[in-house]
């Protein structure tokens, strides 16, 4: 895989990992990635399935955790979402 590639990948996990931070569901930060930061749905499931594979343990219990938290609102969700793309730009070195 090319340098750009894993960069992306990267990324993406990295942006993934701030959802979970917000206790988004796969479907919400699928949307949520799409909508802010131009990352096609696809890309999104597929990084996240990856992770699950890799720490099947800590999804298990993220699963069990969702059911038990209350959501917060679309627009508490977008703001946040902005938020963490534009420190996410802002921390890139490479920019």
């Known amino acids: 895989m090319g340098d750009s590639s894993a ?9 993934i990992e ?6 988004m569901t796969k479907e919400e930060c699928m949307e949520a ?19 699950e594979k ?3 343990e800590f999804f298990e ?5 969702q059911s038990k938290q209350d959501r917060m609102s679309e627009k508490e969700t977008s703001q ?9 730009s802002n921390n890139d070195p490479g920019k």
């Open 18 to 23: 701030k959802c979970l931070i917000f206790n």
């Open 61 to 65: 219990a993220y699963a069990r955790s």
């Open 33 to 51: 990635l799409s909508k802010h930061a131009n990352i096609k749905p696809v890309i999104t499931s597929t990084v996240w399935n990856e992770l």
């Open 7 to 15: 960069s992306y990948i990267h990324m993406v996990q990295h942006l």
């Open 80 to 88: 946040m979402i902005q938020n963490m793309i534009s420190d996410s």
């Open 54 to 56: 890799e720490n099947k």
